[in-house]
């Protein structure tokens, strides 16, 4: 996670276990290895540059398949097959045998269903998190350990605005629902609300991405990163001083969010603690306590006052502000390791991820037990949820970033080929359901934010 120095030197590294295999030979028996002996003694003269250990290795598979062929004749020979017949076979076992083989190279040629849109190349450090506005006019939202946060047009990939009034890596990004408003946390033990004005350039034609599957893929080296030092950004308006302060933690701010209606925000701290402050008069109205190590993120339902922290502890907690004289909480543990988001859906759901590399779906009512539990191969970092398709976004340590239902079934993984994709660890999703284009972004610390295309009717079709 950031550190409020904004290095990006304790980023976690994704770790590829590789498979290493051997070949195994049947074991012969007496009669087998006294023909074996005929033949390397038959093959003593001749003159070869091979080593005797791979001559004998190619005798003993060459024997092998001599035996297959010799079976298969002396069958056809007492069920009184003809010659053409014992072709047949031989040339029917043989094109399965090949069959199966070139199969296994075949790429999946389903319809396309995930394209990478456009690329958001500025920053100088790795990207935490991304947000989409939720008024119009549609912009994305980046927050990095650069200590900036920027505003970007999503059609154009064009930088907007810069906001500089941080001094530690900015590792959260948050829109008010009603206004041109963001707010912002960073290690620099504050969060800030800010005023923004933008205005949209006109759009260029992109240049046509190739479509994919979302299965193929290419691995990169960590060298292949976005070319540039953040001079995307150079030229872009720059807001150093925000409208509102909110500061009373002690240790990184690592997340902030805007209870719904915009006039309270919430914050969680590396301090243990989370706040609930008063957007107008920036005033601390509450300090929720109760976890026992750093918080990592916090979440608000969008139409309820109910908020979700995460914790480095394995548990995230839910606390309710319906009721002004009652902050309840709710403790949810299920994860062996640090829970790194937890984000409310539709209902009375809550997702969360951790780096126990799963995923899991809540019943708010139910507490006991997930109702849904996905499996992966890496560590999970700040999930986002589709509302309306009831769609998981995971974003990995492995630079991968897959797709799943709310009830566990895997339904693509975001491709990774031709130099597209994430080149390192994928920190953060968000879907915008408003915009025509694209509906996906993600961002990572490779520098870069991408903007997706997800057909999800074909997504929900190939289900």
Same mark, same amino acid.
């Given at each position: ?66 035996? &297959? ?109 009603? &206004? ?29 991405? !190739? ?137 009375? !759901? ?67 080929? !031709? ?33 997706? !295309? ?10």
């Amino acid at each position: 996670m950031p550190t409020e120095s904004g290095s990006c030197a304790t980023a976690r590294q994704a770790k590829q276990k590789r498979k290493s295999h051997s070949l195994s030979i049947r074991r012969t028996n007496s009669s087998e290895q006294e023909r074996s002996g005929l033949q390397r003694e038959m093959l003593e003269g001749q003159d070869s540059k091979l080593p005797s250990s791979v001559r004998n290795t190619l005798l003993e598979l060459f024997g092998q398949i001599e035996r &297959e062929f010799e079976n298969l004749y002396i069958e056809n020979l007492e069920s009184s097959h003809s010659t053409s017949q014992l072709s047949q076979k031989l040339k029917t076992t043989y094109k399965a045998s090949t069959s199966k083989i070139v199969s296994s190279f075949k790429t999946t040629t389903s319809r396309a269903i995930c394209q990478l849109v456009k690329e958001y190349i500025g920053h100088r450090d790795g990207i935490w998190d991304v947000s989409v506005t939720k008024t119009q006019p549609l912009v994305l939202g980046t927050a990095s350990a650069d200590h900036t946060a920027l505003l970007w047009s999503i059609e154009t990939g064009k930088c907007l605005v810069k906001y500089g009034g941080h001094a530690g890596s900015v590792n959260s990004i948050k829109f008010h629902p009603t &206004e041109q408003v963001a707010l912002t946390a960073s290690g620099d033990q504050t969060a800030h609300i800010w005023r923004y004005m933008v205005q949209l350039p006109t759009p260029q034609p992109t240049a046509d991405c !190739n479509q994919m599957s979302g299965e193929d893929e290419v691995e990169f080296s960590d060298k292949d990163e976005p070319e540039g030092d953040g001079d995307g950004s150079s030229d872009c308006p720059t807001i150093r001083a925000p409208l509102t302060f909110l500061k009373s933690h002690q240790g990184v701010v690592i997340a902030a969010d805007w209870l719904v209606g915009g006039k309270q925000a919430v914050t969680a701290s590396w301090d243990r603690t989370a706040n609930l402050y008063d957007v107008e008069t920036s005033e601390l109205v509450h300090s929720l306590t109760g976890h026992d190590q750093e918080l990592t993120h916090c979440c608000t339902h969008p139409t309820q006052r109910l908020v979700v922290t995460s914790s480095r502890d394995t548990t995230f907690r839910l606390w309710d502000f319906r009721d002004p004289s009652i902050h309840s909480v709710n403790v949810f543990q299920g994860h062996t390791d640090t829970v790194t988001s937890a984000v409310f859906t539709v209902g009375d !759901n809550v997702v969360s991820g951790s780096d126990d590399r799963t995923v899991k779906v809540w019943d708010l009512k139910n507490m006991r037990s997930p109702i849904a539990t996905i499996r992966t191969d890496s560590a999970v970092n700040r999930i986002n949820v589709c509302v309306g398709q009831r769609i998981i976004a995971l974003p990995h340590d492995n630079r991968q970033v897959r797709l799943f239902d709310m009830s566990g079934v895997r339904l693509a993984r975001l491709p990774r080929s !031709n130099r597209q994709g994430h080149r390192r660890m994928v920190c953060c999703s968000a879907w915008s359901e408003d915009h025509p284009i694209c509906n996906l972004f993600t961002c990572g610390f490779d520098r870069q934010a991408i903007g997706w !295309n997800i057909n999800i009717p074909a997504l929900l079709q190939e289900k």
